[in-house]
DNA sequence: ATTATAATTTAAAATTTCTTAAAAAAATGT
DNA sequence: ACATTTTTTTAAGAAATTTTAAATTATAAT
């Protein structure tokens, strides 16, 4: 009956994370239990968790500031939050970030259980994050995604920023192809509205302006679907 | 910003339903509103929806009981459960027939829009896309009707617009047979009236123009039927 | 042959979407 | 706190797309 499921749980509180745990332990999970958010990305860079749990409040780093450098870093674990109130800013500041759920304390444990059952029993999604390739050539420009340096061949390089960077990331990985627009707008900005779109638009111009270097690269738009990055 | 994602709203209270449904229209989502769990399940068969949300406490057929009717049909499509009151035990049945979430009654829209947004941009399961065919042959050109491009042999290549690119589509998909306009006109244009078939007529002579690099591709006009591409 | 309906073509008007610069706001680093 | 960088917002103009209108031609029916 032993799920091996591995979950981080981040909590300030030592007694409830302490019973909360073990509550989750003898439900067969596998818990590390950290105290605050510090530690809670040194574990979580540690090993594989399959889920997260964070607390909102915590000293040092709160929750949020954690699920972003999480999300940083893995952009699919599942998070799930506990706020203390029923705050209605932090849970929208979590689903923003890309938040699974919440739940507000004081909450039932057979509830958190439920959902932990939920997100854990999703089919797993499209794209099984393959090894993360992060070093691209293209046209006459090679391209570090990680170190988000962008260099062309005369020696010319540009630091990117990292909205410039994960978007550039996303045309070149659909090269030659249509990278629509809503999608890289759900992935890098996290919503597909009007103010997000011509967030966007600025940053289309703004890698235009660095692959000029390469006049057979161009960024095309394709009306009403979005950006392909194409050659010659 | 069309999101073109459909909702299937089901809650027996007529006048929270239609405040529903409108505050969620305005937000984009295409909503289809049933007042009960039979009609929800008749509506759920009639067409494809990217979610479902559906009242617990409803009268002749609960949400629960159509939640399970649902999942038998399909076992992907999320669910949202609203509850009156924090019904612990419809909670819990809800997430064992497979909810993705539920809220408690009253609730905040923007926390429901939340929820709804971060649902559906998860990625799609692995099982649910189905591959779209895009790319064409036929006479003297191949067409992408992804990128929206029509290259003849030549090299002369012709970028569409997306009603060009819909329209040719359907007629390739029904090539050397009829396609009829009434079809085509409800599926382009969501409408067949006297205008939406002029401004179809105006499509297929730009469509007539692109195609006479190939003398030997006919659009003809089948009278008062529709349009039928052929070769010879 | 006459009449009514349907289709074709062209051009202009209306709408939507994209591009870009510049200002404002937010985040980050020293 | 201050300066710097990054991101978002605004707004105006450009470009692409769609609709509408009108004049013309074709088809079918009586």
Same mark, same amino acid.
């Given at each position: 009956m032993k799920s091996n499921k591995k979950i981080l749980l981040v909590e300030d509180d030592p007694n409830f994370g302490k019973i909360l745990k073990d509550y989750l332990t003898i439900n067969n999970y596998e818990i590390s239990l950290a105290v605050n958010g510090i530690e809670g990305f040194e574990k979580f860079n540690k090993s594989e968790f399959d889920l997260c749990i964070l =607390? !909102?409040?915590? $000293? +040092?780093?709160d929750g949020l500031t954690l699920a972003k450098e999480i999300r940083e870093v893995n952009e699919a674990i599942p998070l799930i939050f506990l706020t203390a109130k029923n705050l209605k800013d932090d849970v929208l500041k979590g689903y923003k970030i890309g938040a699974d759920d919440y739940l507000t304390k004081p909450f039932d444990s057979e509830i958190l259980l439920a959902k932990i059952k939920s997100i854990l029993n999703r089919k797993p999604s499209v794209?099984? *994050?393959?090894? =993360? !390739? +992060?070093e691209f050539d293209f046209g006459e420009f090679s391209f570090n995604s990680k170190l988000r340096i962008l260099t062309h061949k005369e020696g010319n390089s540009f630091k990117l920023s990292p909205k410039e960077n994960q978007l550039l990331k996303m045309l070149v990985l659909n090269f030659d192809d249509l990278l629509p627009r809503d999608i890289a707008l759900n992935k890098i900005w996290r919503d597909a509205n009007y103010f997000t779109s011509r967030s966007m638009d600025v940053y289309i111009a703004k890698l235009r302006k660095y692959l *000029?270097? =390469? $006049?057979?690269?161009k960024i095309i738009n394709v009306h009403g679907e979005g950006f392909r990055l194409m050659q010659e």
């Open positions: =607390d !909102i409040m915590m $000293p +040092f780093k794209n099984t *994050e393959q090894k =993360d !390739i +992060f *000029e270097k =390469d $006049p057979s690269l």
